[in-house]
């Protein structure tokens, strides 16, 4: 079995046994459908099911089923009754990663993923009481979702921006790449075709933060980034490639010049007294 689509198949057979008790009779054609899978898909999970079982694996311990593809039905569950369920960690786990999606601006639709949670939570019950529920979500700006249909539909965009480097407000028009989260601030990574007033900015690889994005317009005409950019990894140096983003001068005491391995950092000065001063794009 090919080992990266194994656990969405063995999870799909678990939950077989209780899904076709749920539903007697069930048509192949229906289930089939209902599962996301092909009706071949469905006949060879069936005749997998019917090897399994429990210890001794002799008649009475294998998973009995009536099949064909007019109706299914389960003759002997071997105890698979009820379909899989979270277990404590896994759900607060779960919670706690989606809290943390919802919270950050534009790296998924927020309504998607708070069904998603109240799902979990109603679940979960008392592991979902014990994580909590976050602070509340920030407001997402109407762009964020253009900006996000864009990149799934493979579109270009239109967008108004707020440059903080000039203290300007620019249109371009861009073609996305990718959504990069960083410090829990979320960035579209995008070839920027015009840089508005700057024409220096047209003709380059730009990040743009999902807050600074004023308004977004999915465009249509497909995005075509340069090869090179798709293929691009900053690496590290993710914000010192990109002259747009301002740019602030930190002093840095001695007990805390760690951070200069944490973050790209430039034109660094050590003082006599063990303090460092750096430049730092944000």
């Not at 919670?95 to 534009?106: D, F, K, N, Q, W």
């Not at 004023?214 to 690496?235: F, I, K, N, V």
Request: charged share 25%; with cysteine.
């Amino acid at each position: 079995m090919n080992a990266r689509v194994a656990p969405s198949r063995l999870s799909r057979l678990l939950n077989m046994v209780p899904y076709f008790q749920a539903n007697p009779g069930i048509s192949a054609a229906e289930a089939a459908a209902e599962l996301g899978i092909t009706t071949k898909q469905l006949m060879v999970d069936l005749n997998q099911l019917w090897m399994c079982g429990l210890p001794g694996y002799g008649p009475g311990d294998l998973i009995d089923l009536s099949f064909s593809e007019d109706a299914i039905e389960v003759t002997y569950s071997a105890g698979i009754d009820r379909p899989l369920r979270l277990s404590s960690a896994e759900a607060s786990a779960l919670i706690v990663a989606l809290h943390s999606l919802v919270e950050t601006r534009g790296v998924v639709d927020p309504t998607a993923a708070r069904r998603a949670l109240a799902k979990i939570e109603r679940a979960a019950g008392a592991a979902a009481a014990a994580v909590g529920g976050g602070p509340d979500a920030p407001t997402e700006k109407p762009s964020a979702a253009v900006v996000r249909s864009a990149l799934a539909r493979g579109r270009a965009l239109h967008i108004v921006y707020y440059s903080a480097s000039r203290d300007a407000v620019t249109e371009r028009v861009v073609d996305p790449i990718r959504v990069l989260l960083i410090d829990r601030q979320s960035y579209l990574e995008a070839w920027s075709r015009t840089g508005g007033e700057d024409e220096a900015a047209a003709g380059a690889l730009r990040l743009f933060r999902f807050d600074r994005i004023d308004e977004a317009t999915e465009l249509d005409e497909p995005s075509r980034p340069p090869r090179q950019a798709r293929e691009s990894d900053r690496g590290g140096d993710l914000f010192g490639a990109d002259a747009e983003l301002p740019v602030a001068r930190l002093r840095i005491r001695a007990d805390h010049v760690w951070i200069l391995d944490q973050f790209p950092m430039t034109d660094v000065v050590t003082h006599a007294d063990g303090s460092v001063e750096a430049t730092m794009r944000y």
